[in-house]
């Protein structure tokens, strides 16, 4: 069992940056990929960006890319979502989630865990 911990949501201004946290509880926490998605008002959960266990492996959806950064501590089990540029359409309630396999993949049922999510808001 997982459980997980989204915080460093906010509300902020386009072109602000915000870095997101998601504390893991557990010992195998490195074992797992992990990933980040969010979900806009009226709108499907989407992907974001993914890591793989040993963080060799990066991979982010097309509309972040060049402006998020996704990393992980292994020793601190926690993976974060470093966002930069924000932009009014990056609005959303972000969760973060744990995929029971090393290497990294975009498709939400794969994600076996889920944390409670944290809102981001961006202002024009």
């Known amino acids: 069992q997982v459980q997980l911990v989204e915080s460093g949501g906010g509300l902020v201004q386009a072109g602000a940056s915000l870095r997101l946290s998601c504390a893991a509880s557990?010992?195998?926490?490195?074992?797992?990929?992990m990933g980040w998605f969010r979900q806009a008002p009226g709108k499907e959960r989407e992907f974001v960006s993914t890591i793989s266990a040993s963080a060799g492996s990066t991979y982010y959806t097309d509309s972040v890319k060049g402006r998020f950064t996704i990393s992980r501590d292994n020793a601190k089990n926690t993976v974060y979502l470093q966002m930069n540029s924000l932009k009014p359409e990056d609005t959303a309630v972000y969760y973060c989630?744990?995929?029971?396999?090393?290497?990294?993949?975009?498709?939400?049922?794969?994600?076996?865990?889920w944390g409670q999510g944290t809102q981001v808001t961006v202002s024009s």
């Open positions: 989630a744990a995929a029971p396999r090393r290497a990294i993949t975009t498709t939400p049922g794969a994600y076996a865990y």
């Open positions: 557990g010992r195998t926490f490195s074992s797992y990929a």
